[in-house]
Structures are given as structure tokens and as C-alpha cells.
């Protein structure tokens, strides 16, 4: 049997495993359930599994005739979100439809008892939504000899609509600077002699408004947090933190907004004679493009779905940790599939759902792109 026989012929093992892992749903971190699942699924099917001590994240590999690998990459984690009146993790990015799709993957490759030319690697990675998961990954060596590695993300059906896929997705960077201004406390009734940190922050705001730069590619960046020390409001307050949110569609726009910021701060400092530190958190680089790997995922998809059923980019507002393997990894040739799938009201909403049919033609997808990749 080969590897899309193998997927054609288990399309309802493809769905109760889906609906396994979505009731399964554990939050960042905490895929201890999901990954314990998803092992025992590809130990019984004689698959080598690495696991880590730290985390749930870990490893499958099919080895081939060479130790250069092909890599497929899956995330686990779920949102923590309120749903229908009670906080609960909850899988509305469809992390646990990636899982689904890249197991099946795996299971097909192995079924077809065929050595690949390459080795075949599946890497299931926790804390997608927190931005660090696939940091913890390349730390534990999920990218060694790696020459290709492909992605995959459902995408809503005003992006991708269902019965369609995209070979790239492309997600903008998204970053936030967390700061704390310092100033000088003085009585409201002397403000000449107090150093006022709401002037100072007042003033970042404008200057942030101020930031035009000349491009057509969207961006943006802005105050979205501010709070002061003060307990009275009779007193010049002298802390205040803050947090500014950027966001950018390439990381050379990135790279501007954030010098730009930083010569912002800088000039406050001077004008108003407070202090400031601060320091960029939470950064997640946008995806760059591959042509070699666009190209694979671009024929698979036409392979399965037929031409007339490529959307040709997916360009997404969003961030996703999946772009820091690129982002460290300049060599590799990535991209992520945007799998249509009737997707709605659209990713992280308490009520995210779509048609499930999407798993069937979508580890087709996933199973003919490494079958390409082979060939190369
Ligand atoms: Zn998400
Ligand atoms: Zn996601």
C-alpha cells in the first residue's frame, strides 16, 4: 500500500484521532496528554520517538538511505479561553487538526514500508501560542540536517476557503516593547518641580503617531498599555510602565519600527529628563519565502486538489512561532500549507469550527508534499 492509499483508506481513524485530541485540549506547556497520545500512536506503528525531560514536545523519525532529513512540523497546544461561560483550554487555532494531519503523515510513510532517500522527521511542538515552542525545539536539535521543513495551519474561509490550499502563509511579525519610565515626584500644586512620567509616556504616544515610513507594506505601532505608581491624584507621579505593540508584514519593516522606537525613547528622555528602560518581549519574526519549498507545496496541492484550487499567497495579520526556525535558520527551505477547510467565525474565536473532511485532503497534501520533497 502506498503512502496516499494509506490516507485514503483511513479517513475515519483520521477523524476519531481528531476528535480525540481536540477533547484532549491542554494548554501551553501542559500537552502532557496529547503527546502521550500521539507517542503511542507512532511507537505502535514502530516508529522511533525522542522525548525531552523539560517539556511534551518530541520527535518522530522514519530514517532513510542519507542522515539529511526532511522535516514536518506540528504544533499541540490549545487556548485558555472562556467557552460558553467557562474558562477552559480550548483547541480554536486548530493545533489539534495539525497534529492530526502530520500523525497520519507519519503513519502513511511508515505503512508504505519504503526506506525514503532522506530521513523523515516529525517534529510536535508545545507552546506554539506563547511564542516559544519552536525556540525550545531548535534548542533540542529538531532542525539538525534539516534541508526542507514544512508547516501547516487552517486558515479561515474569508482567507482560504474550503476545498482550497495555499503553499505559503504569509504572517507578519509582531513584537512588544514593555518599558518603565521614571520621573521626579512633587506636590500637583508644584509641578515645575516634578518630573510628570504621563507627560513623558503622552509624549511617546505622539511621537509613535508621528512614525510614517514609506512603504505599502502594512504596519503598525502603538501604546497599548499604560499605568502609573500613583495611589493619589494630588502627587506628580513618578513611575509609570508601559507597553508599546508592533507589528510589521516583513522583519526589515520590523527592524525600522524598532529603531524608531528606540530614538523615540531616546528622545524623550532628553526632552523631559526622566528615565526610561526598556526592552523588547514577546517578538515573533514574519515568514520569509522559500521559492524551492513554495514550489513543492504548490504542486502537492495541485496534485490533490487540482490547480484551479491553489490560492496562490495566504498573507495573514497574525504571528506564529513557526517562522523562528527560518528566522535562525537562513539555510532552510520552509513554508507553511494554509489549509481551506470552511474555517469560521475565524482562529481563536471560543466557537472556532470547520469541516472536518479538510484532515482527509490535507494529510493528502502533507503526505504528497514530502513525497515531492523525496524527489529532489
Ligand atoms: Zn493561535
Ligand atoms: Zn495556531
Known amino acids: 500500500m502506498n503512502q496516499l492509499q494509506y490516507i485514503e483508506q483511513n479517513k475515519e481513524s483520521i477523524f476519531q484521532t481528531y476528535h480525540t485530541l481536540h477533547d484532549l485540549a491542554e494548554p501551553s506547556w501542559h500537552e502532557q496528554k496529547t503527546s502521550l497520545y ?15 525531560p523539560n517539556h511534551y514536545g518530541f520527535i518522530a523519525e522514519i530514517p532513510g538511505q542519507s542522515d539529511q532529513v526532511i522535516a514536518l512540523r506540528a504544533d499541540m497546544d490549545a487556548l485558555v479561553q ?3 461561560g467557562v474558562v477552559k483550554a480550548n483547541h480554536s487555532c486548530g493545533h489539534d487538526a495539525h497534529s492530526t494531519m502530520v500523525l497520519y503523515t507519519a503513519l502513511a510513510f511508515k505503512a508504505s514500508g519504503i526506506i525514503p532517500k532522506y530521513t523523515l522527521r516529525f517534529i510536535f511542538q508545545p507552546a506554539e501560542e506563547m511564542g516559544e515552542g519552536a525556540l525550545k525545539m531548535m534548542d533540542e536539535g529538531a532542525l539538525k540536517n534539516v534541508n526542507y521543513l514544512f508547516g501547516v495551519h487552517v ?28 520621573g521626579k515626584q512633587a506636590h500637583a500644586a508644584r509641578p515645575q518641580d516634578g518630573i510628570n512620567v504621563i507627560e513623558a509616556a503622552a509624549l511617546i504616544v505622539q511621537k509613535l503617531k508621528q512614525i510614517k515610513l514609506e512603504t505599502a ?7 497599548t ?9 494630588n502627587v506628580i507621579p513618578e513611575t509609570a510602565h508601559f507597553s508599546i505593540d508592533a507589528r510589521a508584514q516583513t522583519n526589515d519593516l520590523m527592524d525600522e519600527l524598532k529603531k524608531r522606537a528606540h530614538q523615540i525613547v531616546e528622545d524623550v528622555i532628553h526632552e523631559t529628563a526622566a528615565s526610561i528602560s526598556y526592552e523588547v518581549e514577546e517578538f515573533v519574526p514574519a515568514a520569509t519565502r522559500h521559492e524551492n519549498a513554495v514550489i513543492i ?3 502537492a496541492i495541485t496534485d490533490i486538489l ?7 499567497c495566504c498573507i495573514s495579520q497574525g ?9 535562525k535558520n537562513p539555510q532552510l527551505s520552509a513554508t507553511m500549507l494554509g489549509l481551506g477547510c470552511g474555517l469560521a467565525p475565524g482562529l481563536h474565536h471560543p466557537q472556532m469550527n470547520f469541516n472536518i473532511e479538510a484532515l482527509h485532503y490535507g494529510a493528502k497534501i502533507l503526505t504528497k508534499t514530502l513525497l515531492l520533497a523525496l524527489e529532489k
Do not use: C, W
Open 297 to 299: 507545496v504548490e504542486n
Open 319 to 327: 504571528g506564529e512561532d513557526f517562522h523562528f526556525y527560518t528566522a
Open 225 to 233: 498599555q499604560l499605568e502609573t505608581e500613583n495611589s493619589v491624584s
Open 217 to 223: 507594506v502594512p504596519y503598525s505601532i502603538k501604546m
Open 82 to 84: 472562556e467557552v460558553d
Open 155 to 182: 486558515r479561515p474561509h474569508f482567507e482560504v476557503p474550503y476545498m482550497k490550499a495555499a503553499p505559503i502563509i504569509i504572517h507578519g511579525s509582531a513584537g512588544t516593547i514593555k518599558g518603565t519610565i521614571k
Open 306 to 312: 487540482g490547480s484551479e484550487n491553489v490560492i496562490p
Open 38 to 52: 500521539l507517542k503511542e500512536k507512532l511507537k505502535n506503528a514502530g516508529i522511533h520517538i525522542k522525548s525531552f
